[in-house]
């Protein structure tokens, strides 16, 4: 087949197929009246319009040896081709060796081009700038897929270094579970719906459940849909009720839901235990009370919820300011395994202090002392000898892994991540 595309001539008759549908079939020309060129595709019943200039089609033109179907089903080989004022008539032979005529006005509607192979053999092929415009276009989508932006940047916010750092660092986590405890105002919310949209573009996460208290709701709504575009459904008793569906909350991809509401709703705790959530997110979690020996009904929902939710984000101003006590309740909701026993992180953190400082120092001045490279050496043993070694003499990349090295084994390690208007610039 010999497929030519746009034509100088067209007339009624004429059989084309459409570029952009070809499963509509072989099309038939009926009117063409000035700008507007009309096709009838018998195969679906189907009737198009378009612009004659830039109709989306390819006439079809059989050659010699391509086989053709009659509309009744019979097929000849072509042997011969005729143009009859703009009308084209094959000649042919049947199986049978029976020399047939066939116009191109009864050919089968149902020619159709499903592979794309279909489509180079038969000649029906784009132009090329329609080819070069998909190429740059899946170039430029692949470079977005693949930046270490992706996700992070095209908010309507500017984000400054330390909220994209973190939120990167989460981000790219599997189920990440972490405390977020800037201080107020350095952007804890901004964090948070970073990861939230970069954890949903990259797959990572699919539905997430945001906790607030009552009052937040709005301002969470508000933050979500006007700076990443988030489609968030605020949940409250009324719609919880007025949802026809099994599990309400299996309706939405991002639920917004009061602490205080589910707290008091057992039917509303019951489907959202249920619903299959991939990263919880609670705001405020100082508010979450919890003491050895007791816990606050809210502290109990959200320590169930973490127990079957992979992914655990924490927001958190003032996460030490009730005490270690306090502190130890965000970290046991996070990792219970790790932080299981009040008196033995107490233990742990007044041993961490000395290191805290060493590592302090070496991001201040870029060496060790002898007082800091002893105490780190003590705490790592002999296995961090040559590391520690390269860092105190004052290289930069053995210093990063040493730091690195440290935050795996330190305290709160990776769980905790905390910005002082003291260490960020540009904050009064």
Do not use: C
């Given at each position: 087949?010999?497929?030519?595309?746009?034509?100088?001539?067209?007339?009624?008759?004429?059989?084309?197929?459409?570029?952009?549908?070809?499963?509509?079939?072989?099309?038939?020309?009926?009117?063409?009246?000035?700008?507007?060129?009309?096709?009838?595709?018998?195969?679906?019943g189907e009737?198009?319009?378009?612009?004659?200039?830039?109709?989306?089609?390819t006439?079809?033109?059989?050659v010699?040896?391509?086989?053709?179907?009659?509309?009744?089903?019979?097929?000849?080989?072509?042997?011969?081709?005729?143009?009859?004022?703009?009308?084209?008539?094959?000649?042919?032979?049947?199986?049978?060796?029976?020399?047939?005529?066939?116009?191109?006005?009864?050919?089968?509607?149902?020619?159709?081009?499903?592979?794309a192979?279909?489509?180079?053999?038969?000649?029906?092929?784009?132009?090329?700038?329609?080819?070069?415009?998909?190429?740059?276009?899946?170039?430029?989508?692949?470079?977005?897929?693949?930046?270490?932006?992706?996700?992070?940047?095209?908010?309507?916010?500017?984000?400054?270094?330390?909220?994209?750092?973190?939120?990167?660092?989460v981000?790219?986590?599997?189920?990440?579970?972490?405390?977020?405890?800037?201080?107020?105002?350095?952007?804890?919310t901004?964090?948070?719906?970073?990861?939230?949209?970069?954890?949903?573009?990259?797959?990572?996460?699919?539905?997430?459940?945001?906790?607030?208290?009552?009052?937040?709701?709005?301002q969470?709504?508000?933050?979500m849909?006007?700076?990443?575009?988030?489609?968030?459904?605020?949940?409250?008793?009324?719609?919880?009720?007025?949802?026809?569906?099994?599990?309400?909350?299996?309706?939405?991809?991002?639920?917004?839901?009061s602490?205080?509401?589910?707290?008091?709703?057992?039917r509303?705790?019951?489907?959202?235990?249920?619903?299959?959530?991939?990263?919880?997110?609670?705001?405020?979690?100082?508010?979450?009370?919890?003491?050895?020996?007791?816990?606050?009904?809210?502290?109990?929902?959200?320590?169930?919820?973490?127990?079957?939710?992979?992914?655990?984000?924490?927001?958190?101003?003032?996460?030490?300011?009730?005490?270690?006590?306090?502190?130890?309740?965000?970290?046991?909701?996070l990792?219970?395994?790790?932080?299981?026993?009040?008196?033995?992180?107490?233990?742990?953190?007044?041993?961490?202090?000395?290191?805290?400082?060493?590592v302090?120092?070496?991001l201040d001045?870029?060496?060790?002392?002898?007082?800091a490279?002893?105490?780190?050496?003590?705490?790592?043993?002999?296995?961090?000898?040559?590391?520690?070694?390269?860092?105190?003499?004052?290289?930069?990349?053995?210093?990063?892994?040493?730091?690195?090295?440290?935050?795996?084994?330190?305290g709160?390690?990776?769980?905790?991540?905390?910005?002082?208007?003291?260490?960020?610039r540009?904050?009064?």
């Open positions: 087949m010999n497929n030519v595309r746009a034509p100088a001539y067209r007339q009624a008759g004429q059989r084309w197929i459409s570029d952009s549908e070809a499963e509509l079939g072989l099309g038939t020309i009926l009117t063409l009246d000035g700008r507007m060129l009309t096709v009838l595709y018998p195969a679906t009737t198009r319009q378009y612009a004659a200039r830039s109709a989306p089609l006439r079809v033109r059989f010699p040896g391509d086989e053709v179907t009659h509309f009744e089903g019979w097929k000849m080989t072509v042997r011969e081709v005729d143009d009859v004022d703009g009308l084209l008539i094959y000649h042919g032979l049947t199986a049978q060796n029976e020399a047939r005529t066939l116009p191109e006005t009864q050919l089968s509607n149902f020619i159709q081009f499903r592979l192979s279909d489509r180079l053999f038969a000649g029906q092929i784009d132009p090329l700038n329609w080819f070069k415009l998909r190429y740059h276009t899946l170039e430029n989508q692949s470079k977005q897929l693949t930046s270490s932006l992706w996700g992070l940047g095209g908010v309507r916010a500017q984000p400054i270094a330390h909220q994209l750092h973190i939120a990167r660092e981000a790219d986590r599997i189920a990440p579970r972490v405390l977020l405890a800037d201080e107020v105002g350095l952007g804890k901004i964090e948070a719906g970073l990861v939230i949209h970069r954890q949903l573009l990259s797959g990572r996460a699919r539905r997430v459940l945001i906790l607030v208290p009552e009052n937040l709701q709005h969470w709504l508000v933050e849909r006007r700076r990443f575009n988030l489609e968030v459904a605020l949940f409250d008793d009324e719609r919880f009720i007025e949802s026809d569906a099994s599990n309400p909350f299996e309706d939405t991809q991002l639920a917004l839901v602490l205080e509401w589910l707290k008091e709703d057992e509303a705790q019951d489907a959202a235990f249920a619903a299959g959530w991939d990263l919880l997110v609670v705001d405020e979690a100082h508010h979450l009370v919890w003491h050895p020996e007791n816990a606050s009904p809210e502290y109990r929902l959200v320590e169930q919820l973490a127990e079957v939710i992979p992914g655990v984000l924490l927001l958190t101003a003032t996460p030490e300011q009730l005490g270690q006590e306090s502190h130890f309740a965000r970290l046991r909701l990792d219970p395994n790790r932080f299981h026993d009040l008196e033995a992180f107490r233990a742990e953190s007044a041993s961490y202090q000395p290191v805290a400082e060493a302090q120092e070496l001045e870029g060496r060790l002392s002898q007082q490279h002893q105490t780190i050496h003590d705490f790592l043993g002999a296995e961090g000898e040559a590391l520690l070694a390269a860092a105190t003499d004052g290289d930069v990349e053995a210093s990063s892994r040493l730091i690195r090295e440290l935050l795996d084994r330190h709160t390690g990776r769980l905790l991540f905390r910005n002082t208007r003291a260490a960020v540009g904050f009064p």
